[in-house]
């Protein structure tokens, strides 16, 4: 007989599913804004929703079982390795393994610092605040998918540069 999942954590994982399709599209939304053409609003692809979907689900299942960093990095490589796993079965070109690993692991120290010093100063606000397990995964996820939404323009010229001169 199958073993049913806890009304708790199915909670928490419709959350985390949900969250991460909110987040990437708060992280498109804002990606849009600082772009060339604010006017025109595009979407990711396909690779980095399903991502942020994986990511909320690992986020929602192991996330209360970890310490933070640890947390981080498995996210963080999840997202990773989902949206690049994507883009292979789509024929799409994945970043070179340097570029990969270096982002990766960047990312990784970013979020991890961003969720540090938001547990440290947000946490008895949203422990205060009457909210649901969805508006609490929300508010967490939402510092870092402005950073994703971010990120493209931060370490821009670094990446092109790199990535493209080797795809040439």
């Known amino acids: 007989m199958a073993k049913q999942i806890e009304p708790a954590m199915a909670e928490r994982i419709k959350a985390g599913l949900i969250a991460g399709v909110v987040g990437q599209y708060i992280s498109d939304y804002i990606s849009n804004l600082c772009g060339d053409n604010p006017e025109q609003f595009t979407l990711s692809g396909i690779d980095q929703y399903l991502?942020?979907?994986?990511?909320?689900?690992?986020?929602?299942?192991?996330?209360?079982?970890?310490?933070?960093?640890?947390?981080?990095?498995?996210?963080?490589?999840?997202?990773?390795?989902?949206?690049?796993?994507?883009?292979?079965?789509?024929?799409?070109?994945?970043?070179?393994?340097d570029v990969f690993v270096r982002n990766l692991l960047r990312d990784a120290i970013i979020v991890y610092y961003l969720l540090y010093f938001q547990r440290?100063?947000?946490?008895?606000?949203?422990?205060?605040?009457?909210?649901?397990?969805?508006?609490?995964?929300?508010?967490t996820g939402l510092l870092i998918s402005i950073y994703y939404g971010l990120n493209d323009y931060i370490f821009n010229s670094e990446n092109k540069t790199v990535y493209e001169s080797k795809k040439k």
């Open 51 to 97: 991502a942020g979907m994986v990511t909320g689900f690992v986020g929602a299942t192991m996330g209360p079982r970890l310490n933070l960093l640890a947390a981080t990095v498995l996210s963080t490589g999840m997202y990773y390795m989902t949206a690049a796993a994507v883009r292979k079965e789509l024929g799409q070109d994945n970043p070179p393994t």
């Open 120 to 139: 440290l100063f947000f946490s008895p606000f949203m422990e205060k605040a009457e909210l649901s397990i969805l508006g609490k995964t929300v508010l």
